[in-house]
């Protein structure tokens, strides 16, 4: 017997992104590319400015899930597209929104999550999809 609803709505979760983290993140995950860090490269190579890592956004968006679920070893499989970058300004923050819905409930007590990730009001990621079990 499953333990999710179709149509369950997960309790949105909103995420403050400052530059701080974002260096901490390169520190953790060895990704030391300057458009996440320097803004004079990041404007050298067309962005706006320094932007957030595209898996940092996407674990952003699986702490919604493993938060709801209580217990990360519950999250079977995630996926992601990387839509629109998030923008990191120098002084402050770029806030993340996070909200997700049970979308199906499997016969085998798996369930499919639909998650959406925006920033400014446009969604970031693309297809995220996260795949539970009870």
Request: hydrophobic share 45%; glycine share 10%.
């Amino acid at each position: 017997m499953s333990t999710f609803t179709a149509g369950e709505e997960l309790a949105p979760l909103t995420v403050e992104v400052t530059r701080e983290q974002l260096v901490r993140y390169a520190g953790a995950s060895l990704d030391f590319n300057p458009i996440h860090w320097n803004e004079a490269f990041a404007k050298e190579v067309g962005l706006p400015d320094v932007i957030a890592h595209g898996m940092f956004t996407m674990a952003l968006g699986s702490r919604l899930v493993t938060d709801w679920l209580g217990d990360p070893g519950r999250l079977v499989d995630y996926f992601a597209r990387f839509t629109r970058p998030v923008v990191v300004p120098n002084d402050g923050a770029a806030t993340i929104e996070f909200t997700g819905k049970v979308a199906v409930v499997n016969d085998d007590g798996t369930a499919r999550v639909d998650i959406t990730a925006k920033f400014e009001g446009k969604a970031v990621l693309g297809k995220a999809q996260a795949v539970v079990r009870g």
